[in-house]
């Protein structure tokens, strides 16, 4: 068509603003347009632009709140285009005594970002990033022939890898996750230890933006240079065992790491809107 024609003559690295929902999925082929809003995205039907979905101005008028979602993608459009490596730097340790030298490396740090996955109201793992650049993910979860066991091969492990992560929490200056209160009550439950000096990016972000969704994403979408979508990279759901099946659960494990990666980096985004705010 001469759409295409067109869009196909544009120089390498033209800019595109995707304006509603139709326009997203031409170009890419997503059909979430609220879930890829303020995402850096390329298209495989053309591979010489970068996109920015955005939402049309007919549907904010339904919900003035929106429109602030619109204008954050217009500034992140007007900084231009910021790549980012598919690939998630993150390291899964092969057994207990991998995961205790793992572990060393994040002691005493002066902030720490945690994030848990949760399975059947027990951790099945927790993810740690002290710079958000990198993210060490512990697994206490696995499938072995349609059976979720422990991750660790014996009982000594598995005590040994807790009082470790117990030890690199409490070591910890501050941490802070994203609804860190659910994460909290796990922590508490499973490694007794009740963390003090503490942040909730959610409701850090609630503060900044108090009519938008207070999940990770949407926060990341607004504060972020660099978001691109994330949270469908998990498979199942949270009362299925597929999630930890995939690949030994490498999947679940990198969804763990990128979110505790970004929670970082929404951190420190966030405490610098807080400061111009003032």
């Known amino acids: 068509s001469s759409l295409d024609r067109k869009i196909g003559e544009l120089p390498p690295g033209s800019i ?3 304006v509603g929902a139709c326009a997203l999925f031409y170009l890419t082929g997503e059909f979430s347009l609220m879930k890829q809003r303020g995402s850096w995205m390329k298209s495989a039907k053309f591979p010489n632009i ?4 955005t939402l049309s101005p007919d549907v904010c008028l339904s919900k003035y709140e929106w429109f602030s979602l619109v204008r954050a993608d217009l500034i992140r459009l007007k900084q231009g285009y910021v790549e980012r490596s598919e690939e998630v730097n993150f390291t899964v340790p092969t057994g207990g005594e991998h995961a205790l030298y793992l572990l060393e490396d994040y002691r005493d740090k002066p902030l720490l970002s945690v994030d848990i996955e949760t399975y059947r109201k027990t951790i099945s793992c927790i993810g740690f990033s002290h710079d958000g650049e990198k993210a060490l993910v512990i697994p ?5 022939g349609g059976v979720v ?8 492990d598995v005590l040994e890898v807790r009082r470790k992560v117990r030890s690199i929490l409490l070591s ?3 941490t802070f996750g994203q609804n860190y209160l659910f994460d909290l009550q796990f922590i508490f439950r499973e490694f007794f230890v009740h963390l003090k000096n503490c942040a909730d990016t959610m409701l850090a972000a609630h503060v900044l933006s108090p009519t938008q969704k207070k999940d990770l994403a949407t926060s990341c979408s607004l504060y972020l240079p660099e978001n691109r979508y994330w949270k469908d ?3 199942g759901d949270e009362e299925d065992d597929s999630k930890l099946v995939f690949a030994g659960g490498y999947n679940l494990w990198k969804y763990n790491a990128l979110d505790a990666i970004n929670t970082f980096k929404l951190y420190h985004a966030i405490l610098k809107q807080l400061d111009i705010a003032r």
């Not at 206490?140 to 072995?144: G, I, P, T």
């Not at 066991?149 to 000594?156: A, C, L, M, P, V």
Request: charged residues 40%.
């Open 140 to 144: 206490f979860s696995k499938v072995d």
């Open 16 to 18: 595109v603003l995707c």
């Open 233 to 235: 990279d998990k498979d």
């Open 172 to 174: 910890a200056k501050r």
């Open 50 to 53: 970068r996109i920015m979905p």
């Open 149 to 156: 066991i422990d991750y660790f091969s014996n009982r000594h």
